[in-house]
T-cell receptor
Framework: GNSVTQMEGPVTLSEEAFLTINCTYT??????LFWYVQYPGEGLQLLLK?????DKGSNKGFEATYRKETTSFHLEKGSVQVSDSAVYFC????????????FGQGTELSVKP | GAGVSQSPSNKVTEKGKDVELRCDPI?????LYWYRQSLGQGLEFLIY????????KSGLPSDRFSAERTGGSVSTLTIQRTQQEDSAVYLC????????????????FGSGTRLTVV
């Protein structure tokens, strides 16, 4: 089946630290990959995406590269801020298998000043 | 509209009562999805609608749950005889088209309806 696995949280970092949140997937077809972010008390927002192998999605200093050989889409940021504290969800959609967005379990990030 | 609108934002109901949750997608978006976010359970797919095709109801947890989409726009999720385990945030999302739109743009989510069953 199709699934997404994220590293477990919560992740606690100091401001300006380097962030990596691991995400791996299994897919029966060719997926598009996404990272969504949910800030406290808010809905889900699309953070970045990649639709084919070796694509790099980027937004707000966050990056993730679609690695087909390792079936991974790890989220990185070079220097986190307190305002990055949120829950991050990795997700995929399989082309030609309908539009169902399959989510990982979410990783909570807490950034301390 | 400019975004996906959900109402009410909060709903407290007594166990056994029926509730209706409303979603107004972005104008022109043909695909609409419902998800449930429970504490500690992550995001659970419930149902999606794509244009005039039959909806994918594979995620509905029981026959107490149903959803409809009128005129290809507004959707209503109905939960009958609510139970305490139905307490969660119910999220609605839309995308331009199921295949190319969702694949290239992802979904736009509403802020959700927080349902509490007491």
């Amino acid at each position: 089946g199709n699934s997404v696995t994220q590293m477990e949280g919560p992740v606690t970092l100091s401001e300006e630290a380097f962030l990596t949140i691991n995400c791996t997937y299994t897919a029966t077809g060719y997926p598009s990959l996404f990272w969504y972010v949910q800030y406290p008390g808010e809905g889900l927002q699309l953070l970045l995406k990649a639709t084919k192998a070796d694509d790099k999605g980027s937004n707000k200093g966050f990056e993730a590269t679609y690695r087909k050989e390792t079936t991974s889409f790890h989220l990185e940021k070079g220097s986190v801020q307190v305002s990055d504290s949120a829950v991050y969800f990795c997700a995929l959609i399989i082309y030609n298998q309908g539009g169902k967005l399959i989510f990982g379990q979410g990783t909570e990030l807490s950034v301390k000043p | 509209g400019a975004g996906v609108s959900q109402s009410p934002s909060n709903k407290v109901t007594e166990k056994g009562k029926d509730v209706e949750l409303r979603c107004d997608p972005i104008s022109g978006h043909t695909a609409l999805y419902w998800y449930r976010q429970s504490l500690g359970q992550g995001l659970e797919f419930l149902i999606y609608f794509q244009g005039n095709s039959a909806p994918d109801k594979s995620g509905l947890p029981s026959d107490r749950f149903s959803a409809e989409r009128t005129g290809g726009s507004v959707s209503t999720l109905t939960i009958q005889r609510t139970q305490q385990e139905d307490s969660a945030v119910y999220l609605c999302a839309s995308s331009p088209r199921v295949l190319t739109g969702a694949r290239n743009y992802g979904y736009t989510f509403g802020s959700g309806t927080r349902l509490t069953v007491v």
